[in-house]
C-alpha cells in the first residue's frame, strides 16, 4: 500500500496547477523510491516529467509498485479543498480503485477526508536519454515567466541564443520585434537575482512561447530555472524542488521551413 | 513560419 505525507499541501497543489493544462489524464507511478510522473501533451510537443522523491514526504511508505491513473482536472478540484499549509497525506491500497486524501489543519483540529476515482490509462513511456547539454542557463524563475509573458504579446516563437556570458531571447512578430539579453550575473545579498550561464559551444534554437508560458506556470515552485539547451534536441526547462525532487518540461524545437 | 517538431522524434518509446 501507499502512504504517502507532505508537510504542506501546496507542494502538489503548484505541481497539479502547472501541468493540468498541458495533460489531462497521467499516471502517478509510486514505487519505494517516491511517486513519478511522465506525460506529453495531445500533440507530442512537449512532455512532463515529474519526480517526488521519498524524501520529500515524511513517512512515505509503498510497498509495491502502484500506478495511480488520475484526472488532473478532477485531483486540482479536491487539492483545492486543501489549505496551502495544511499536512496531506495520500493513500491507496496495493491494487486501488481511488485514491484518498487526507487534508489535516497544521492546527490539528480539522481533518478532511477526500478519495478521487483512479481510470485506467494506457500511458506512451517515452525513454529520455542522459544528455550532456551544450548550454545550461540557471536563473531566476520569475524573470523567465516575465521574459516569455512579455514577447508572447508579440510573437508565437522564440529563438533562444546562448553564447559566451550571455543569452539571448529573440522574436520576431508581426507588429514588431523583441529581444532580451541576459549575461552571468552573480551577488551575494541577492542570490535570487543570480544568472549563470554555463556553455560548451554557442546554441540557437526556436521554442514556441505558447508552451513556454504554459511550463512558467511552475515558477511558484522554485525560485530559479534552469534551461538546458543543445542544437537540434528538446529544450530542457527545470524546476528544482527540495530533497533531489523536480518538475521538468520537455519541449521540441521548431525547424526552419 | 518554423514548423514545430514532434517530441517522439528525438526520444525513444520505452
Redesign the interface.
Known amino acids: 500500500m501507499l502512504e504517502a505525507r507532505l508537510e504542506q499541501a501546496s507542494i502538489l497543489k503548484k505541481v497539479v496547477d502547472a501541468i493540468k493544462d498541458l495533460v489531462q489524464d497521467c499516471n502517478f507511478d509510486c514505487n519505494d523510491s517516491g511517486i513519478a510522473l511522465q506525460a506529453?501533451d495531445n500533440?507530442?510537443?512537449?512532455?512532463v516529467s515529474m519526480m517526488l522523491k521519498s524524501d520529500t514526504f515524511s513517512p512515505f511508505r509503498c510497498d509495491r509498485n502502484i500506478a495511480l491513473g488520475i484526472n488532473l482536472n478532477s485531483f486540482q478540484k479536491v487539492l483545492r479543498c486543501a489549505q496551502n499549509e495544511d499536512i496531506l497525506t495520500l493513500k491507496a491500497d496495493d491494487s486501488p480503485d481511488v485514491v484518498s486524501l487526507v487534508f489535516e489543519s497544521s492546527e490539528q483540529d480539522r481533518i478532511s477526508e477526500y478519495d478521487i476515482k483512479l481510470m485506467d490509462i494506457d500511458q506512451?513511456?517515452?525513454?529520455?536519454?542522459d544528455t550532456e547539454y551544450a548550454a545550461t542557463i540557471t536563473m531566476p524563475s520569475g524573470e523567465f515567466q516575465r521574459i516569455c509573458r512579455d514577447l508572447s504579446a508579440l510573437s508565437?516563437?522564440v529563438a533562444i541564443e546562448a553564447e559566451k556570458n550571455a543569452v539571448k531571447f529573440v522574436c520576431n512578430g508581426d507588429i514588431g520585434n523583441g529581444a532580451i539579453s541576459l549575461r552571468n550575473h552573480s551577488s551575494v545579498e541577492k542570490p535570487e537575482q543570480n544568472v549563470n550561464i554555463e556553455l560548451s559551444e554557442p546554441v540557437a534554437l526556436?521554442f514556441?512561447l505558447k508552451y513556454l508560458v504554459n511550463f512558467c506556470k511552475a515558477s511558484g515552485l522554485s525560485g530559479s530555472v534552469k534551461l538546458c539547451l543543445s542544437n537540434e534536441?528538446?529544450l530542457l526547462v527545470e524546476y528544482e524542488l527540495a530533497s533531489n525532487s523536480y518538475l521538468r518540461f520537455?519541449l521540441?524545437?521548431?525547424?526552419?521551413? | 513560419t518554423p514548423i514545430q517538431n514532434d517530441l517522439s522524434e528525438f526520444f525513444s518509446m520505452v
Open positions: 506529453m500533440s507530442h510537443v512537449a512532455l506512451e513511456h517515452l525513454g529520455i536519454p508565437e516563437s526556436t514556441s534536441v528538446p520537455y521540441a524545437p521548431k525547424i526552419g521551413d
